[in-house]
């Protein structure tokens, strides 16, 4: 099982997300590279060098600078026409897994690290530091990071055919949903204990900016703790909007204004919410996709169908696995609430109900949906899919005209 991620990690991992990283360490290769060539160039010999065209890396560099410079640039306006179309065709919130698509940061990162490579290389020759040896082992370097980007540009092409679609967009949110789920079903407390309401402390720790919060350090709500026998109560969970007047935990009286300070930096606020630890962020996104598209002007049923879809695989991670034992907390003194299958259902289900309730078709396609999720696991979502059910059928009696289908959506209702 994964642990639940630490700051340091979660901080860590959105910065390698970025594309400079890999363009940055594409410049560190090519000074790595040109020192290389100056430390080695004594090992070849002049002959055999001049015999393979060692010559010749002063014209490559100059044509690989000048052409991935204008791919550097047209990639850019790829990505940024993609999200463009990813906020006002789908939804804003599903903009920020666009920015940080692997396959795209992967391209944008090599052809402009591959400039950055030629322009250092370029520099490098200019110094005539370099025999011919030394230019062989610059040419060699070329000739790799020119694989590079062959490689690149091929997987490249195949992505453009899908940046920033529906159904692209629809795939990475349902990706980015289930792995919170997952990490959530497996550690339902984030590594602490259930909580005790009636043995709650009663002093609350306060937010200290208007926000949501995007992580939790149980970590560090341990350290805080120090040696003293105490305990901690986590009163929000990410995803949670907070404000001054927010309780984000309740400690004992007895806390130091230190350890007070350290509370309140293990909950990370922020002015978004984040998709790591807030699996009902990525269901409200899918479903935010599928009220897009059900509006008269959009008529896209097609479209929410396909969000149904995705958000049942996306719930069904929620089913516990029988064969997994359970997991010792790892922060035995950290109370923190676990998440609501009713606001599971509710974030996913409610607004398409609301949206499509005109709409016979994603009627029954919800219907059949809750039907699915309580076949699959009765104890887990039986009561939630029947509230969801019945929601359902209001929406379809009050919006549909037709009493067929009327009837159609009710007779699927969970009873």
Not at 2 to 12: A, D, N, Q, S, Y
Not at 209 to 217: A, E, F, M
Not at 275 to 301: C, H, M, N
Not at 371 to 400: D, K, N, Q, W, Y
């Amino acid at each position: 099982m994964k642990t639940v991620m630490p700051r340091w990690r979660l901080i860590l991992s959105r910065t390698l997300r970025q594309a400079w990283v890999r363009a940055a360490l594409y410049c560190v290769g090519g000074v790595l590279a040109a020192l290389v060539a100056w430390r080695f160039q004594f090992h070849v010999e002049e002959n055999f060098a001049l015999s393979v065209g060692a010559d010749a890396v002063g014209n490559v560099l100059s044509i690989l600078a000048s052409s991935m410079l204008t791919v550097t640039t047209f990639s850019l306006t790829v990505l940024v026409n993609a999200l463009g179309a990813a906020s006002s065709g789908v939804t804003p919130r599903a903009t920020i897994l666009w920015s940080e698509d692997r396959r795209a940061h992967d391209a944008l990162a090599t052809f402009l690290g591959a400039f950055l490579f030629s322009v250092v290389g370029i520099v490098a020759l200019s110094t005539r530091l370099y025999g011919p040896g030394g230019r062989l082992v610059m040419l060699g370097a070329t000739v790799v990071v020119i694989g590079l980007i062959v490689v690149t540009l091929l997987r490249w092409m195949q992505q453009l055919t899908r940046f920033g679609r529906v159904g692209e967009t629809i795939r990475l949110v349902e990706q980015a949903a289930a792995q919170a789920l997952r990490c959530r079903r497996d550690q339902p407390h984030l590594g602490g204990i259930p909580p005790d309401p009636a043995h709650r402390h009663a002093r609350p720790v306060l937010a200290d900016r208007i926000g949501y919060i995007q992580h939790v350090d149980l970590a560090v709500l341990t350290r805080a703790l120090g040696g003293r026998d105490a305990m901690l109560d986590v009163a929000v969970l990410p995803g949670a909007f907070v404000h001054a007047a927010t309780p984000l935990a309740f400690v004992d009286p007895e806390m130091e204004a230190a350890a007070l300070a350290a509370v309140r930096r293990a909950f990370l606020i922020a002015d978004d919410r984040a998709w790591e630890q807030d699996p009902r962020f990525g269901l409200s996104v899918l479903a935010e996709i599928g009220s897009k598209a059900l509006p008269p002007t959009a008529a896209d049923y097609g479209t929410a169908i396909a969000v149904i879809g995705a958000g049942l695989r996306v719930l069904s991670e929620w089913i516990p696995d029988p064969d997994r034992p359970p997991r010792e907390p790892e922060h035995p003194r950290i109370r923190v609430p676990a998440l609501s299958t009713d606001d599971l259902i509710a974030d996913f289900f409610h607004p398409l109900a609301r949206e499509g309730g005109g709409i016979v078709q994603v009627g029954v396609r919800l219907q059949k949906g809750l039907a699915a999720l309580r076949s699959m696991s009765p104890e887990c979502f039986s009561a939630a899919a029947a509230r969801a059910s019945i929601l359902v059928t209001e929406h379809a009696g009050f919006a549909l005209l037709v009493p067929s289908e009327k009837a159609a959506v009710e007779a699927l209702t969970l009873r």
